[in-house]
């Protein structure tokens, strides 16, 4: 793997985790509907109430608030190793670059398209230059 690369997997890692972090949002929203929409369950021969489902699906959101926040505080740390590289770069138009790609998660067409240079000079120059310029240390291999 070339150095550019090794870069580039190092500068993408918190893309994974955001949209992790995504389908964990959903997944949470889905279970407090679920929760929500259960209320309190009855004993149907009874009619004395019974928690358990309920308290099953409240735990169930405990748990995916668990591992949302873990993967949180995963992708701040990711993002705060990348933003000090980025820090490091000299060319203002390079860590602009950086910083929409790789913690603003955003494509080289919507780069482009905010800093009104062509998607052409955005993915050849830019894109290159851009992680050339990035100092790698042994912190951030």
């Known amino acids: 793997m070339t150095e550019r690369e090794q870069k580039l997997v190092w500068l993408s890692r918190g893309r994974n ?16 509907s679920r929760a929500e929409y259960a209320g309190i369950s009855y004993d149907s021969i009874s009619g004395q109430h019974s ?35 980025i820090a490091q770069v000299h060319r203002p138009l390079y860590q602009t670059y950086l910083r929409m790609r790789f913690l603003g998660y955003k494509t080289e067409t919507q780069i482009a398209q905010e800093t009104k240079y062509s998607l052409e000079y955005i993915k050849g120059h830019v894109h290159r230059k851009s992680i050339d310029s990035l100092k790698m240390t042994q912190n951030n291999t």
Do not use: C, H, P, V
């Open 17 to 32: 985790l955001r949209t992790k972090l995504i389908g964990l949002y959903a997944e949470r929203q889905e279970r407090i």
């Open 51 to 85: 928690g358990n489902g309920t308290e099953q699906k409240f735990t169930a959101i405990s748990e995916i608030d668990d591992e949302i926040q873990d993967a949180e505080q995963e992708l701040t740390a990711i993002e705060s190793e990348i933003r000090e590289a």
